[in-house]
Structure formats: C-alpha cells, structure tokens
C-alpha cells in the first residue's frame, strides 16, 4: 500500500522560507517510472503543480516558482523536501505531495498540509 504524508509547520511568517517534507511508504522513491510532486491549492482557488523530482533525481519546478523552489530528497529515509523562499501570504495554500507515474496520471496523493503566511 502507497502511502505518502506530509510534514512540516503549519505557520511561516513572511520573508521566511517554508520547508515541507513528504514521508512515502511502500514503494521506494528510486523506483523507475515514478516521479515524486508537490502541488498545492490556495484558498478558494485552484491546484497549481509546483515541482517534481524524479527517480533519477533529476528535478523540475514551474516556472512562476522556479526563483524560490527547491526540491530534493533523501532515499535514506524515503522522503522528499520542498523549501519555498521569500514567502508572502500568497503562498497560502494546502499543499500536497504525490506520486506521478508513466501512465499519465498522479495516483497516489498525501492527505495535505494547510500552511498560512502571516506574521
């Protein structure tokens, strides 16, 4: 059974730098074939993809974001990390981790994560 959950501080104040990771479980993050997201979904708006890395660990961030993205992993311990900079409270959101394969879709999804940016 996939599973994937998110982690990390529920408020960031501007300027900070938000830190998430997801933690997957039963199916390791270098398997072939499967790349690894962070997509999050402001209030009353819809979801937007933020970035992906994949089994080889090659990463690839949208291009609105790409200045204040990063996103790594570690296969020790089976996660992996997004760190967004400079927040503003646009960046509110839930945001979620999940699994993208080969056949075209994200078919495993983390159960969410709400983060505010306020001071």
């Known amino acids: 059974q996939v599973q994937l959950q998110e982690s990390g501080p529920g408020l960031v104040k501007p300027s900070q730098t938000l830190s998430l990771t997801c933690t997957v479980s039963?199916?390791?993050?270098?398997?072939?074939?499967?790349?690894w997201s962070w997509i999050r979904q402001p209030p009353g708006k819809g979801l937007e993809w933020m970035g992906t890395?994949?089994?080889?660990?090659?990463?690839y961030v949208s291009p609105s974001l790409k200045s204040r993205t990063s996103i790594s992993r570690d296969t020790s311990k089976n996660q992996f990390t997004l760190q967004l900079s400079s927040v503003t409270p646009e960046d509110t959101a839930v945001y979620y981790c999940?699994?993208?394969?080969?056949?075209?879709?994200?078919?495993?999804w983390g159960q969410g994560t709400q983060v505010a940016v306020s001071s």
């Open positions: 999940a699994r993208w394969s080969e056949s075209g879709q994200f078919d495993f």
């Open positions: 039963g199916v390791s993050i270098t398997t072939r074939k499967y790349y």
């Open positions: 890395i994949s089994y080889t660990r090659t990463t």
